[in-house]
């Protein structure tokens, strides 16, 4: 047979083989180095080009919004000023309150027709004229009322690098009255931009949209301008943002740039980095797959050392083989589990004798059946996937099913198939073996039942029901990180302690099943979640529900207890009743704890109201004036309501 001669063949050229093997796997790891070198080299760059225009994209919008809101207010002044002529004290007050709630200014001042101080920001006034200052020079000899982006100027007032921003002051009848302008520190800009890595040799820089540099990290003097560069001669006319690959203007090495041109203002923001920098970690990542290859191509030359030798035993493992075959004849007619053999299509064509032991039935009754046929009818689909993954011979699914025995009673059976080729692929057959698990699956049945019992005695108070502290914490702990918008409940019974010891402990505790009912209800089907907090103290947390509609659920559970009508001998009102105290998440909430403590506070102010009320966080000043010894544990907190 072709394949017998070409066994033979091997076995007396071993050399030839070996030779061939070694070859084919120097050329694969070698190949393959290639390959995910290049590869991964084009992925940094790929990434690399997504996080600079990321970060470009980002920056333009933050220039264009630092710029925006002066823009804005330098628009309104200048239409007051046009038609109303402000008291200097009143008008420069106003503007040193709009400086100061834009970081971003250094001041904003109005100067009149001939350039002198008319109104400041700035507390003492400068004496110097402005009019010789190329802004105030274009709104003079332009009517245009739109925004002028200057700079940068070197400040006569702070002597900084400075971004003019400034529109024209007509009169009503469009004659020039003036220029308001508001300063920029070129610093605001670099700051910021210094706080990103864009490692040793990278850069960001906002340019007007000839090429001016109006501010740059890291700072460069020799620079001011990069208008007769292919970013302003070419490609921010095709596209207003793109990313490419030049030799810097600013220190000649070879970069990565991405630049966005913001659409309201004339600006452009770049984002370098360098070439050196994007690809480390590519070229570390290089070294050690070549460190890696050199190892596997020394491990391939053992390899082939060890297969010279295994094919001097090729034929005494085969041998071997005939002898297992003949072994496993014997185990399979002598071993307690079961082993049977299937054809392709799925008919028994052998069964151990052990099947007389575990199913009460002779071999005859499976011989020629489909398998499927003696398995219960439940069980078939599980026992067809099983089956789907006999696509190889290395696999060897399992599966659980059940039989009947003679006698009727069901047995469970775990099964292990597997493919075995006798001569070639067309003579395969499946083995499988079957043990019986019978007791073993009643054993994990009960286990199953106890650990879910367990499970829920762990999760849930025993007295109410309701989910236990242990439950609270987490859930609170996952929705608190889950969602933005997030209210909890904390509900306290008033004058519980009166109440057991008036009524006694039995009827306190029919008393906070009923109330734990009510508050079981209530947030029942609702995405809500209650829990017994400790003691008479219940708590409720509202994934997604604001302070709003959280006191009003708060409201209802109140409502509801109260028409419990239990009866309270030392109450004020003869029935019992709660208060309760709600909080919401909001941006000066920390963490889960601080939220519970909001809602703790609240309840204290609810106690400290007259109790049966409901008191929200957002009406509370968050602290305790009147108890300044209060702890700022939550069990302090309980102790102060008390």
């Given amino acids: 047979m072709p394949g017998s001669s070409f066994q033979r063949q091997l076995h007396r050229n071993p050399r030839m083989v070996v030779g061939t093997f070694l070859v084919l796997m120097i050329a694969c790891v070698i190949g393959l180095v290639a390959w995910k070198a290049s590869y991964a080299r084009e992925a940094a760059l790929r990434q690399s080009a997504d996080s600079q225009k990321n970060l470009t994209r980002s920056l333009a919008q933050h220039a264009a919004s630092t710029f925006k809101a002066p823009d804005v207010a330098l628009a309104g002044m200048a239409d007051l000023l046009k038609y109303q002529n402000p008291q200097k004290v009143r008008f420069d007050?106003?503007?040193?309150?709009?400086?100061?709630?834009?970081?971003?200014?250094?001041?904003?001042?109005?100067?009149?027709?001939?350039?002198?101080?008319?109104?400041?920001?700035?507390?003492?006034?400068?004496?110097?004229?402005?009019?010789?200052?190329?802004?105030?020079?274009?709104?003079?000899?332009?009517?245009?009322?739109?925004?002028?982006?200057?700079?940068?100027?070197?400040?006569?007032?702070?002597?900084?690098?400075?971004?003019?921003?400034?529109?024209?002051?007509?009169t009503p009848s469009g004659q020039f009255a003036g220029v308001i302008v508001a300063a920029i520190d070129c610093q605001f800009f670099t700051s910021f931009f210094g706080s990103f890595n864009l490692g040793t040799q990278g850069g960001i820089s906002i340019l007007k949209s000839d090429g001016t540099l109006l501010a740059r990290?890291?700072?460069?003097?020799?620079?001011?301008?990069?208008?007769?560069?292919?970013?302003?001669?070419?490609?921010?006319?095709?596209?207003?943002?793109?990313?490419?690959?030049?030799t810097s203007p600013f220190d000649?090495?070879?970069?990565?740039?991405?630049?966005?041109?913001?659409?309201?203002?004339?600006?452009?923001?770049?984002?370098?980095?360098?070439?050196?920098?994007?690809?480390?970690?590519?070229?570390?990542?290089?070294?050690?797959?070549?460190?890696?290859a050199g190892l596997l191509l020394a491990l391939v030359i053992g390899v082939a050392c060890l297969l010279n030798a295994q094919f001097r035993f090729g034929a005494r493992v085969e041998r071997t083989l005939q002898e297992r075959e003949a072994r496993f004849r014997l185990l399979a007619d002598n071993i307690a589990d079961i082993v049977i053999v299937m054809d392709k299509k799925g008919?028994?064509?052998?069964?151990?004798?052990?099947?007389?032991t575990v199913l009460d039935t002779s071999e005859d009754a499976f011989l020629g059946k489909l398998c499927l046929d003696v398995v219960h009818e439940d069980d078939r689909d599980r026992v067809i996937n099983a089956s789907r993954q006999l696509k190889e011979a290395a696999a060897s699914p399992s599966v659980r099913f059940r039989m009947r025995r003679a006698s009727g009673s069901i047995a469970w059976l775990e099964a292990h198939f597997r493919i075995a080729e006798r001569f070639s692929s067309a003579d395969a057959e499946i083995v499988g073996v079957l043990r019986d698990v019978t007791k073993q699956k009643e054993m994990e049945d009960e286990l199953s039942k106890a650990n879910l019992k367990l499970a829920q005695l762990a999760m849930t108070d025993g007295l109410t029901k309701l989910a236990n502290r242990r439950s609270f914490d987490a859930f609170l702990r996952d929705a608190y990180a889950a969602h933005d918008v997030l209210s909890v409940l904390l509900i306290d019974i008033d004058h519980f302690k009166e109440f057991n010891d008036g009524l006694g402990h039995p009827a306190g505790?029919?008393?906070?099943?009923?109330?734990?009912?009510?508050?079981?209800?209530?947030?029942?089907?609702?995405?809500?979640?209650?829990?017994?907090?400790?003691?008479?103290?219940?708590?409720?947390?509202?994934?997604?529900?604001?302070e709003e509609k959280a006191a009003r659920v708060a409201d209802a559970i109140r409502l509801l207890v109260q028409r419990?009508?239990?009866?309270?001998?030392?109450?004020?009102?003869?029935?019992?009743?709660?208060?309760?105290?709600?909080?919401?998440?909001?941006?000066?909430?920390?963490?889960?704890?601080?939220?519970?403590?909001?809602?703790?506070?609240?309840?204290?102010?609810?106690?400290?109201?007259?109790?049966?009320?409901?008191?929200?966080?957002?009406?509370?000043?968050?602290?305790?004036?009147?108890?300044p010894d209060l702890a700022p544990s939550l069990g302090s907190l309980h102790r102060m309501r008390e």
């Fill in 93 to 170: 007050a106003y503007l040193r309150e709009m400086t100061q709630a834009m970081p971003q200014l250094r001041f904003i001042a109005v100067f009149d027709s001939a350039g002198s101080w008319r109104y400041s920001s700035v507390e003492e006034r400068p004496e110097y004229s402005n009019a010789d200052r190329p802004y105030f020079a274009y709104h003079r000899d332009n009517s245009d009322t739109k925004l002028l982006v200057s700079g940068p100027v070197t400040s006569r007032l702070t002597g900084l690098p400075t971004i003019i921003l400034s529109r024209r002051i007509s």
């Fill in 217 to 246: 990290w890291p700072a460069v003097e020799s620079i001011r301008t990069i208008g007769d560069t292919s970013l302003f001669q070419q490609r921010i006319g095709e596209s207003a943002s793109g990313f490419y690959r030049i």
């Fill in 252 to 292: 000649g090495l070879i970069k990565y740039v991405a630049y966005e041109q913001t659409p309201n203002y004339p600006l452009v923001v770049t984002v370098a980095q360098s070439e050196g920098d994007v690809l480390e970690g590519w070229r570390t990542d290089l070294a050690s797959d070549a460190l890696i």
């Fill in 347 to 356: 008919y028994i064509r052998y069964v151990s004798p052990s099947v007389v």
């Fill in 509 to 546: 505790d029919a008393c906070l099943q009923q109330v734990a009912e009510v508050i079981g209800r209530a947030t029942a089907n609702t995405g809500g979640f209650s829990a017994r907090y400790g003691g008479e103290e219940f708590a409720v947390i509202l994934p997604g529900v604001p």
């Fill in 564 to 627: 419990l009508k239990i009866r309270h001998p030392r109450s004020p009102a003869s029935r019992v009743a709660v208060s309760v105290g709600v909080a919401q998440k909001n941006h000066a909430t920390s963490d889960e704890f601080t939220l519970i403590r909001d809602a703790d506070i609240a309840l204290y102010h609810a106690k400290k109201r007259g109790r049966n009320c409901t008191v929200v966080s957002s009406t509370t000043t968050n602290r305790v004036a009147d108890a």
